[in-house]
Structures are given as C-alpha cells and as structure tokens.
C-alpha cells in the first residue's frame, strides 16, 4: 500500500510541475525531462521523516518508514530516468 501512495502522490507531483511549468517558455521536450528532474524526492523525506517519531506519535515508524521508502524508490527512479533521457529530451546550445 506505501508503493501505491508513493506513485499517486509522484503522479501528482508530476501534474503540479506541468502546470507549473504551463506559462514558461521551455519546449514540450524541456518540460518532459523537468518531470524526470523533479522525481527524486529526498530532502524533505530525510529532514521531517523522523519527526513524528521523535514526538512520540504512534504513527511515527509509519511516518519514518514510509519517507525512507519514498526516498528509495525515487532518488534511483528519478537519476535513471534523467540519464535516459536527457539526450533525446534536452538540445545543448552552442
């Protein structure tokens, strides 16, 4: 059930950039690998991840289990996906 969470909250994470990136001036390639780009998600995982435990929460291993999951799937997922791409998604500029 935590992979499920993971990818629906990726899936939404990946149309909250393509909104975001709507009024910019990047072309549908560009845009494509920002989505790869923004795929890792460790930084906040890693930072608030052992916060509920350290409070005493009952919900804390879930919370921290579920952030070092989050982190193992995307982080990987995220580097592979940009190292595929980014030669048919991105034009290097002379």
């Known amino acids: ?10 899936c939404v994470r990946c149309v909250g ?3 975001a990136l709507l009024p910019s001036k990047l072309s549908k390639k560009e845009k494509q690998f920002c989505l790869f ?13 052992a916060v509920p435990l350290a409070m005493g929460l ?3 291993k879930s919370v921290l289990a ?5 982190i193992l799937i995307t982080a ?4 592979i996906a940009m190292e595929l791409t980014y030669k048919k998604l991105l034009i290097k500029e002379e």
């Open 66 to 70: 579920l952030a070092v999951l989050g």
């Open 76 to 79: 990987p997922l995220g580097a």
């Open 58 to 60: 009952a919900c804390g």
């Open 37 to 49: 780009a923004y795929l890792p998600k460790a930084t906040v995982q890693a930072a608030i991840g």
């Open 17 to 19: 950039v393509w909104i």
């Open 1 to 10: 059930m935590s992979v499920v969470v993971i990818v629906l909250s990726l």
